[in-house]
């Protein structure tokens, strides 16, 4: 069993759809939470990062860890074509080590 | 945030030569560097870590000696790929943890090809 697992898809959805993505993990020992952007060619991009359960909102973005059902999720609002990329959930227990997700293509159809 | 740049952004070489990959955290000092590979379609594969001032750890099944990392400062990282072949044409990507470490900021990658 992965230590992290998602979906990978791809995902698509019209423009200005409310977006789920979710990963489910193992490690108990996971503390940190983050959600990472990667379009096309191009390294990855810290979007939201979080460290207790509960909701955390930044513009259009949401996360949301559950850590009892060891499950994280990133809402989009008003998802735009612009949004379209892949998104990779990351995971770590505090030593730097991260562990990532295999990330959800997302693709926002104008 | 913080600003992690590499380069060259995209290298194509031929078989048997050497390249190298430089990682620079730019408004940051990093003990602590990842560099990772990425192949189509899949996620981060963490390859090493780079330790500034001491050796570094690599990750099971990778090989050290293809494989050169030198950490040779608080702000610089490389990678050197030895005698590369066609199999390590892949997308590889540095990060450094800023902050309380456990975010990391990744560079944008290099795209190697070799042919």
């Known amino acids: 069993q992965k230590e992290v697992e998602q979906d990978p898809g791809p995902l698509s959805v019209p423009e200005g759809a409310i977006v789920s993505l979710n990963c489910t993990y193992s490690n108990s020992a996971f503390q940190y939470f983050m959600w990472y952007r990667q379009y096309s060619r191009k390294g990855p991009e810290l979007l939201m990062y979080t460290y207790s359960s509960g909701n955390k909102e930044d513009g259009r973005f949401t996360a949301q860890v559950d850590k009892s059902s060891k499950y994280i999720s990133l809402f989009i609002r008003d998802s735009q074509p612009s949004d379209s990329a892949t998104y990779l959930c990351?995971?770590?227990?505090?030593?730097?080590?991260?562990?990532f997700g295999t990330g959800t293509k997302l693709q926002v159809i104008p | 945030g913080a600003v992690v740049s590499q380069h060259p952004s995209r290298v194509i070489c031929k078989s048997g030569t050497s390249v190298k990959i430089e990682c620079r955290s730019l408004?940051?000092?990093?003990?602590?560097m990842f560099w990772y590979r990425q192949f189509p379609k899949q996620s981060l594969m963490l390859m090493a870590t780079?330790?500034?001032?001491?050796?570094?750890?690599?990750e099971q099944g990778v090989e050290k000696d293809k494989f050169l990392i030198n950490h040779a400062s608080l702000t610089l990282s490389t990678l050197t790929v030895t005698s590369a072949h066609p199999e390590d044409s892949s997308f590889y990507i540095c990060?450094?943890?800023?902050?309380?470490?456990?975010?990391?900021?990744f560079g944008p990658g290099t795209r190697l090809l070799v042919l």
């Open positions: 990351a995971m770590a227990g505090g030593y730097q080590k991260v562990t």
């Open positions: 780079s330790n500034e001032g001491s050796k570094a750890t690599y």
């Open positions: 990060s450094a943890p800023a902050g309380a470490g456990e975010t990391q900021y």
């Open positions: 408004d940051f000092q990093a003990t602590t």
